[in-house]
T-cell receptor, first 114, second 116 residues
Framework: DAGITQSPRHKVTETGTPVTLRCHQTENHRYMYWYRQDPGHGLRLIHYSYGVKDTDKGEVSDGYSVSRSKTEDFLLTLESATSSQTSVYFC?????????????FGPGTRLLVL | AQTVTQSQPEMSVQEAETVTLSCTYDTSESDYYLFWYKQPPSRQMILVIRQEAYKQQNATENRFSVNFQKAAKSFSLKISDSQLGDAAMYFCAHSSPNFGNEKLTFGTGTRLTIIP
């Protein structure tokens, strides 16, 4: 258990509304990630953070923004949700060093956009 | 860009038997990491095993072991003495060393069913 929580765990929203998902970690990890999981695609990286206020895009970043104002929280925002953003969203942290780096995941957030 | 391929969408095995899940990957790098993650019905992503490419010895974790063939770019997972709790989606993943910021590339997963 890497001390990662995600909120909310489930959300139903309507097309066009903004949505913010929160990832919270308690162990002061520097690197944090947001992935989405869809059938037939595995998990794909949306955005990642390498420190407070330091973020960058991943493979599927269109339609998403992120923020990290403090070490423990990494927020994922859908500015105007679309049905194609219906997915399960996972937050992850990177732990370890010197060749032992490994990612550990939060419990996931299931998002349904109607 | 790296790609990871899992060619078996579904597998099944009798309880107590052995099963092997396949994974191939494509990378131009000589140093990298490979992982198997398990996702049970709870949806939690659980690390099963990891392998550093520079290590020739195959990783093992209790009933789980890998067959890492670097030249063939193959990374299969063997589960021995299968148990009902092993039923899950299994994902193979690759990352490149990046000073702690190793981003994962996943395969599409293999759903493993355990037959009592």
């Amino acid at each position: 258990d890497a001390g990662i929580t995600q909120s909310p765990r489930h959300k139903v929203t309507e097309t066009g509304t903004p949505v913010t998902l929160r990832c919270h970690q308690t162990e002061n990890h520097r690197y944090m990630y947001w992935y989405r999981q869809d059938p037939g695609h595995g998990l794909r990286l949306i955005h990642y953070s390498y420190g407070v206020k330091d973020t960058d895009k991943g493979e599927v970043s269109d339609g998403y923004s992120v923020s990290r104002s403090k070490t423990e929280d990494f927020l994922l925002t859908l500015e105007s949700a679309t049905s194609s953003q219906t997915s399960v969203y996972f937050c992850a942290i990177s732990e370890g060093w010197g060749g032992q780096e490994t990612q550990y995941f939060g419990p996931g957030t299931r998002l349904l956009v109607l | 860009a790296q790609t990871v391929t899992q060619s078996q969408p579904e597998m099944s095995v009798q309880e107590a038997e052995t099963v092997t899940l396949s994974c191939t990957y494509d990378t131009s790098e000589s140093d990298y990491y490979l992982f198997w993650y398990k996702q049970p019905p709870s949806r939690q992503m659980i690390l099963v095993i990891r392998q550093e490419a520079y290590k020739q010895q195959n990783a093992t974790e209790n009933r789980f072991s890998v067959n890492f063939q670097k030249a063939a770019k193959s990374f299969s997972l063997k589960i021995s003495d299968s148990q009902l709790g092993d039923a899950a989606m299994y994902f193979c993943a690759h990352s490149s060393p990046n000073f702690g910021n190793e981003k994962l590339t996943f395969g599409t997963g293999t759903r493993l069913t355990i037959i009592p």
